[in-house]
């Protein structure tokens, strides 16, 4: 082609590419937008929050320091580990019911009440240095002051010498027993109506120990026992051993030595056995009785106030006094002639103080008990 020719058509091929490049820097152009436009969108989208995933960790036993090499517990351990009490278990149900036997138990317990006077006030008034009473039937105790404190008990100690007595193989009641030089008190030379040579039946002998607190009758029943006094006084101890009264101890029948002493608990065993005998409930609460001595007759009344002018109704009683131990009294009330409870003073100062608290304590009990 000529040369003039190749230059007429060079204009027009110019036109042709540049068209060409125009049409294909369109697309690109447009993607481009495209894309910055998606980019804009993804910028301005709300961000969507991650869910964690919670992983879960073996406990560490705290007594275990942190990197110590992990152990399985034994098969055993596993079990106990895993055993727990569920609400309303057998046992839970147990503890409950035990409960509530005990709260029952509480709330019927006999008790002396305060709209009855017993009160700390009237407490304070009583006068006997120890006391101890207690419900028999439920064996509750009711009231204590120093009941556990030991001290000499008088003529107390003559509950112990009858039972001691009845308990062996005694000659007949009705045979007669001789009163001598040796039931003569050596110790406190205290005076006796009955003298030497007087003469009565063993009945008798025991009804005026028991009802008078005459101390040569109790004297002259201890000699009448196989062995005589010294075998006695080891009887007494032994029966007091089996009674359970520990800290009681007996070295003559009569109690006229300091050294005869108890407590105040221990000698309402004492009272609660004596009850078991016939003759000592008997005797011990007759008001007076007539006894023959071979020269003559005596009359005995009961040395113990309350029974003898009928202020208290009572089973079994029994009244001592020594200088050492001051005034005593034990009694088995009959609360409503029907309901035992047994009351043990010690170491008032005066007759009347005792006498004055067998009242008031026999009064607390009528009211409280039913």
Not at 28 to 36: D, I, L, N, Q
Not at 181 to 204: E, I, N, P, Y
Not at 299 to 309: A, C, K, T
Request: with cysteine; glycine share 6%.
């Amino acid at each position: 082609m000529p040369s003039a020719s190749r230059f007429r058509l060079l204009p027009g091929l110019l036109v042709l590419i540049a068209a060409g490049l125009a049409a294909g820097a369109a697309p690109a152009s447009a993607r481009a937008a495209a894309h910055h436009a998606a980019a804009e969108r993804t910028a301005h989208a709300p961000s969507k929050k991650k869910k964690r995933v919670a992983h879960k960790t073996k406990p560490v036993h705290r007594s275990m320091p942190a990197d110590a090499p992990s152990t399985k517990l034994s098969g055993s351990k596993r079990r106990t580990k895993r055993a727990k009490p569920r609400p309303g278990s057998p046992p839970a149900q147990q503890h409950v019911t035990h409960a509530a036997q005990v709260s029952a138990n509480s709330a019927h317990a006999p008790r002396l009440l305060a709209r009855c006077g017993f009160t700390p006030a009237s407490r304070r008034q009583l006068f006997s240095h120890a006391i101890y009473v207690v419900d028999e039937n439920t064996h509750t105790p009711l009231y204590a002051r120093n009941a556990d404190t030991v001290a000499p008990i008088a003529s107390v100690s003559k509950l112990m010498t009858a039972i001691v007595w009845l308990d062996s193989p005694h000659a007949p009641l009705q045979q007669r027993l001789l009163v001598t030089t040796a039931d003569l008190d050596t110790l406190k030379f205290t005076h006796s109506r009955l003298g030497v040579g007087a003469s009565l039946t063993r009945a008798d002998m025991l009804h005026v120990a028991l009802m008078s607190s005459e101390n040569r009758a109790a004297s002259a029943l201890s000699r009448d026992y196989p062995g005589g006094q010294p075998a006695f006084i080891a009887a007494m101890n032994a029966k007091a051993q089996r009674l359970g009264m520990t800290h009681t101890r007996f070295v003559n029948a009569t109690g006229l030595s300091p050294q005869n002493v108890s407590t105040a608990r221990e000698l309402a065993s004492l009272v609660r056995a004596a009850n078991g005998y016939p003759l000592i409930r008997r005797y011990s609460i007759d008001h007076q009785e007539r006894v023959p001595t071979g020269h003559g007759q005596l009359q005995y009344v009961n040395s113990n106030r309350l029974v003898r002018y009928g202020q208290v109704r009572a089973s079994v009683q029994k009244t001592g006094f020594i200088n050492e131990s001051g005034h005593n009294m034990v009694m088995r009330v009959m609360v409503h002639g029907r309901r035992p409870a047994i009351v043990t003073l010690l170491g008032s100062a005066t007759p009347e103080g005792s006498r004055l608290d067998g009242v008031r304590i026999a009064h607390w009990l009528s009211c409280s008990l039913r």
